[in-house]
Nanobody
Framework: QVQLAESGGGLVQAGGSLGLSCVAS????????MGWYRQAPGKQRELVAT??????????DSVKGRFTISRDNAKNTVYLVYLQMNSLKTEDTAVYYC?????????WGQGTQVSVSS
């Protein structure tokens, strides 16, 4: 089992920045990759960014150049993943979920709200 806890959401004006954090605990040795997904009202959950255990990143086209995902997996007991969001747009408003991908399946955090006002 992997437990995930997100933090860092909030309200920001368009053009501003926010940083999200995710702490993974439990069977972190099983984690192959971690990522951030988001779900806006009335829309399906979509990928924002992922990062593998060796640091390979992938971004949705809509956030390339504005968002940066990073991780700290040097600790034995927790795995940290961050999402730095710059030049935020109103369309970035959503609940952001942390995800951990393992060979036994995917785990999800409870989500953190990000709201961008115009």
């Amino acid at each position: 089992q992997v437990q995930l806890a997100e933090s860092g959401g909030g309200l920001v004006q368009a053009g501003g920045s926010l940083g999200l954090s995710c702490v993974a605990s439990g069977s972190i040795f099983r984690i192959n990759a971690m990522g951030w997904y988001r779900q806006a009202p009335g829309k399906q959950r979509e990928l924002v960014a992922t990062i593998t255990s060796i640091g390979i990143t992938n971004y949705a086209d809509s956030v390339k150049g504005r968002f940066t995902i990073s991780r700290d997996n040097a600790k034995n007991t927790v795995y940290l993943v961050y999402l730095q969001m710059n030049s935020l747009k109103t369309e970035d408003t959503a609940v952001y979920y942390c995800n951990a991908a393992t060979i036994r399946g995917a785990y999800w955090g409870q989500g953190t709200q990000v709201s961008v006002s115009s």
